[in-house]
């Protein structure tokens, strides 16, 4: 359960972990990026710090107007539950 969240668009999985682009952790509100726990639900610090090195350069990219995905090569650990 998210309170911090209340008000906001943001899509939720089934199992309340938040939606999320698996390429750059975009939500479902162009400007909110999540990742770790939030995103996986309980997993690894190795997962959960790789996911914040992704969201920050789609962070970058998103502030710097540049596309999101255009030269990145990756999935973030996404699983399947």
Not at 22 to 29: A, D, E, G, I, Y
Not at 35 to 42: A, N
Not at 46 to 52: D, L, P, R, T
Not at 63 to 69: C, F, I, V
């Amino acid at each position: 359960n998210h309170d911090a969240d209340k008000g906001t668009d943001l899509l939720l999985e089934s199992w309340g972990t938040y939606t999320v682009n698996p390429r750059t952790l975009q939500t479902s509100v162009d400007w909110i990026f999540a990742g770790g726990d939030d995103v996986l639900g309980p997993q690894t610090a190795a997962k959960a710090v790789y996911q914040g090195k992704v969201a920050a350069e789609s962070m970058l990219c998103y502030m710097e107007g540049r596309d999101l995905e255009e030269g990145r090569d990756l999935t973030c650990y996404m699983v399947d539950w």
